[in-house]
T-cell receptor, first 113, second 116 residues
Framework: EDQVTQSPEALRLQEGESSSLNCSYT??????LFWYRQDPGKGPEFLFT???AGEEKEKERLKATLTKKESFLHITAPKPEDSATYLC??????????????FGQGTTLQVKP | DTGVSQNPRHKITKRGQNVTFRCDPI?????LYWYRQTLGQGPEFLTY????????KSRLLSDRFSAERPKGSFSTLEIQRTEQGDSAMYLC??????????????FGPGTRLLVL
């Protein structure tokens, strides 16, 4: 069964303290791995898509990387406005032509000033 | 460039009542997805449409749930005889069916349902 697990569930950082969020996945063929940011009471906001092992993408203080079993979201020198829940999701090749996303439970990040 | 919109944003109803939610996708997007998210969990897939055709439904979608996408534009999700367990955030996402394997879904703000 296709599955996504994120760790840690919650992370508290001081402003400027860099860290990484982990997303482990098991899928019947990976079509794509997605990172979203979700603020309380709002819908997920798209951040990155990664398609093959070794791929990396960056946006401001965020950098996403992908291996054959997991993805990392690295946060460099975070600011309080980076506080949010970060969701990882996969599209599985075994799902046929559907693009449905399988999500992890998310990592809630709090950055204190 | 408008994003995905959903209405209403919040809905409070009594157990046993019917509710209907609406989603307007990004205008050129031909795929539309519905997800449900409960507190502290990631979204779970419910169903999706390509144009007006409903192509897949999750086993989470009981026979009390029905979704439509007339003319391949906006979509509605109806829940009949609501139960307290239906309380959740209902999210809509849209995408452009990929010419390759690449497809990105963009989410709306969600409709938060509370069943009393």
């Amino acid at each position: 069964e296709d599955q996504v697990t994120q760790s840690p569930e919650a992370l508290r950082l001081q402003e400027g303290e860099s860290s990484s969020l982990n997303c482990s996945y098991t899928v019947s063929g990976l079509r794509g791995l997605f990172w979203y940011r979700q603020d309380p009471g709002k819908g997920p906001e798209f951040l990155f898509t990664l398609y093959s092992a070794g791929e990396e993408k960056e946006k401001e203080r965020l950098k996403a990387t992908l291996t054959k079993k997991e993805s990392f979201l690295h946060i460099t020198a975070p600011k309080p406005e980076d506080s949010a829940t970060y969701l990882c999701a996969v599209q599985a090749a075994g799902s046929g032509n559907t693009g449905k996303l399988i999500f992890g439970q998310g990592t809630t990040l709090q950055v204190k000033p | 460039d408008t994003g995905v919109s959903q209405n209403p944003r919040h809905k409070i109803t009594k157990r046993g009542q019917n509710v209907t939610f609406r989603c307007d996708p990004i205008s050129e997007h031909n795929r539309l997805y519905w997800y449900r998210q409960t507190l502290g969990q990631g979204p779970e897939f419910l169903t999706y449409f390509q144009n007006e055709a409903q192509l897949e439904k999750s086993r989470l979608l009981s026979d009390r749930f029905s979704a439509e996408r007339p003319k391949g534009s906006f979509s509605t999700l109806e829940i009949q005889r609501t139960e307290q367990g239906d309380s959740a955030m209902y999210l809509c996402a849209s995408s452009l069916a990929p010419r390759t394997t690449q497809e990105t879904q963009y989410f709306g703000p969600g409709t938060r349902l509370l069943v009393l």
